[in-house]
């Protein structure tokens, strides 16, 4: 049976999946003819939460639109993923007592992509019903700038060339921005949805580049100017959704009830994708309330609204704290110690102990209270249940991808927090210097076995790599430890000068211990968390 519109009308053969309650196509010709709600990046993580709660708001009436969803970066989810299969995703929630629940979402009305569809996605910018335009396109989609800091040659070009000729994806948003002033002139909200800190400040800050730029010479009127800096509202929000790649098993589970073509694929832009999600329940989403042409009702559906520090708070907690945390520690770990699931991992005792320690004993005295959320209740959560789903197909490979992006808002604040409290209170830190020296004992790209291993994708990862050329495991001299300074001094990537906090030759002296030879990463943990 494929996944398609015309296969839901046969509902007796979709036993144990729960199908959209309402008329997907009705409810598609609907947004089309007046959308309130356009989404980029429409990945798992998406499909999984923001088109799902779309989907019950729909069926409990208080939404009668749905999501069109345009993609910037990777055609082929549109093309090869959405399309073949109607726009339809079976979301599948993993418990974590091994219950699976299956759902088909038909929330998603269309969807498009920059590179064929742009007049299109005109056409949605200038509808005077749009609310607002989210985005999940991870952090690194809001970066201008290369692993030297510097604007990317795309960025340079837009910024001289003004909005007629913009090709960068900010730029271009910019256009569409000034689109809908000249067409509607209603006001916009566009709400990054990315699991980083400050998103909204990143998304505003990228499109801002070019629309000083293009001000400054003279490239948009003044009028122009005051709609993208007064009409236009880029709230901040805390997402939390676990959503690994499509896992190969859970295809054979849905094939097994007689769905075809399941299977998830790898696009030529390396994007993991299938038909179907599959996800953890636990969800969180947290926005700060300003829509100034109103937002759908997504309170209904358990999100939050609130204020933006409360909405920084609530980030702040779970990324300095609660999850992102533990989660990069056990990824550069397990990727070194030949792990490749997250759950087995948690297993592992001194793995165990040292996100334990490193949470309880580090994180939570300088955690920060959002209100909404208890920053308690939060942690026992991800212990007790969200990281040891051993239903979860989570990998340490995955999560380890760009962690040079990661580590300063992970690692860096509460550093930082801890010098606050006075000097010398950093350096007595054990546990997160440890995940630190992990990490860079993982540039090495040698497993504790004493085998090469593949890193994740990092943008950062070719510089530091080639800035630690040459130093082998089992032959660490002091050469090898001078090219691990400059790094330590990088607060780019910690967040902090690791030297300046007392905290670079705990990390060196980790790192060497680490570096002595196959089994010394194992060595080093029971040592420190015994």
């Known amino acids: ?28 010709a609907k947004t089309k003819a007046a959308p309130t709600w356009l989404h980029f990046g429409a990945g798992n993580l998406f499909r999984a939460f923001q088109a799902a709660v779309a989907q019950k708001l729909i069926e409990e009436g208080a939404m009668e639109t749905g999501v069109i969803t345009c993609e910037s970066y990777d055609d082929e989810i549109v ?18 007592d091994g219950r699976i629940e299956k759902e088909v979402i038909g929330s998603v009305a269309e969807t498009t992509t920059l590179l064929h569809d742009m007049d299109r996605v005109k056409e949605i910018f200038a509808s005077p019903s749009l609310q607002m335009v989210s985005f999940t396109i991870t952090e690194k989609g809001y970066s201008l700038y290369n692993a030297n800091h510097e604007l990317l040659p795309v960025v340079v ?18 256009t569409l921005l000034l689109h809908r002033m000249h067409t509607c002139g209603k006001p916009l909200a566009m709400v990054s949805m ?19 730029a293009w001000k400054e010479a003279g490239l948009i009127s003044a009028e122009e100017y005051a709609y993208l800096t007064e009409k236009v509202a880029f709230p901040w929000s805390m997402i939390d959704k676990i959503t690994p ?19 998830p694929f790898v696009t030529s832009k390396n994007t993991y994708i299938a038909p179907f999600v599959n996800a953890e329940r636990p969800q969180y989403l947290v926005i700060e309330d300003d829509f100034p042409n109103g937002h759908p009702p997504l309170d209904k559906a358990g999100v939050i609204f609130t ?8 980030e702040m907690m779970k990324v300095c704290t609660c999850l992102n945390p533990p989660q990069t520690a056990l990824a550069v770990y397990g990727c070194m110690m030949g792990f490749t699931s997250i759950a087995k991992e948690v297993q592992d005792p001194e793995l165990y102990k040292l996100i334990d320690r490193m949470c309880h004993d580090e994180g939570m005295p300088v955690v920060v209270d959002p209100g909404v959320l208890s920053p308690k209740a939060f942690l026992d959560e991800v212990f007790e249940t969200r990281l040891p789903n051993p239903f979860i197909p989570d990998t340490p490979q995955r999560i380890a991808t760009d962690t040079s992006q990661k580590v300063s808002i992970r690692f860096g604040n509460a550093i930082k927090n801890y010098e606050a409290m006075g000097k010398g209170k950093a350096a007595e830190l054990k546990y997160i210097p440890l995940v630190l020296a992990g990490w860079l004992r993982y540039l090495i790209a040698v497993g504790d076995d004493g085998k090469p291993f593949q890193c994740s994708a990092d943008p950062l990862l070719a510089s530091l790599q080639e800035k630690l050329s040459g130093i082998e495991l089992g032959k660490v001299d002091d050469a090898s430890v001078a090219k691990l300074e400059p790094i330590l001094h990088d607060a780019t990537i910690f967040g902090i000068d690791l030297y300046s906090c007392g905290l670079a030759e705990k990390v060196i002296g980790y790192w060497k211990e680490m570096m002595a030879g196959p089994g010394a990463i194992r060595a080093t943990l029971k040592k420190y968390t015994a």
């Open 1 to 28: 049976m494929k996944l398609s519109i015309n296969s839901l009308k046969d509902t007796a053969a979709w036993n144990g999946y729960k199908l959209p309650a309402f008329d997907v196509e009705a409810v598609s």
């Open 79 to 96: 093309t090869k993923c959405f399309h073949p299969v109607d726009n339809l995703t079976v979301a599948v929630t993993l418990e974590a």
């Open 157 to 174: 070009e837009d910024k001289k060339a003004g909005p007629a000729a913009a090709k960068s994806f900010m730029a271009v948003l910019a």
């Open 194 to 212: 990315d699991n980083c800190s400050h998103n909204g400040a990143k998304l505003q800050g990228a499109i801002m580049e070019f629309v000083e």
């Open 245 to 263: 790649r499509p896992a190969p098993e859970i295809a054979d589970k849905l094939e097994a009830d007689g769905l075809e073509n399941m299977h």
């Open 307 to 314: 204020t933006r520090d409360t909405v920084n708070n609530a």
